[in-house]
Nanobody, 120 residues
Framework: QVPLVESGGGLVQPGGSLRLSCAAS???????????MGWYRQAPGKQRELVAR???????NYADSVKGRFTVSRDNAKKTVYLQMDSLKSEDTAVYYC???????????WGQGTQVTVSS
């Protein structure tokens, strides 16, 4: 069973919006405590980079390139993290990966990735 299930990617025009979701649905997350959750992205030919992270208490951290346009949130009861992306630009095109820190060693778990393409 895939521990992290992502959804919401797709093709959107510049200036448009998308909302990504990532559910920590694997059995391991019924045992382990979930700590920080977040999103990273990787564009072709580039390294994976942080987009946004959120603590269990709701403290957020954003990459400078997305501040004011993207909003990360979480529903602790549903063990789900969201990324609302507004005013999308072509340079936001990338594969977006969900990331969850969980367990006694705060191990990082990764989603399978979802493609976001911003193009006219």
């Amino acid at each position: 069973q895939v521990p992290l299930v992502e959804s919401g990617g797709g093709l959107v025009q510049p200036g448009g919006s998308l909302r990504l979701s990532c559910a920590a649905s694997g059995r391991i997350f019924t045992i382990y405590t979930i700590y920080d959750m977040g999103w990273y992205r990787q564009a072709p030919g580039k390294q994976r980079e942080l987009v946004a992270r959120i603590t269990p208490g709701g403290t957020t951290n954003y990459a400078d390139s997305v501040k004011g346009r993207f909003t990360v949130s979480r529903d602790n009861a549903k063990k789900t993290v969201y990324l609302q992306m507004d005013s999308l630009k072509s340079e936001d095109t990338a594969v977006y990966y969900c990331n969850v820190d969980a367990g006694p060693n705060r191990r990082a778990y990764w989603g399978q990735g979802t493609q976001v393409t911003v193009s006219s």
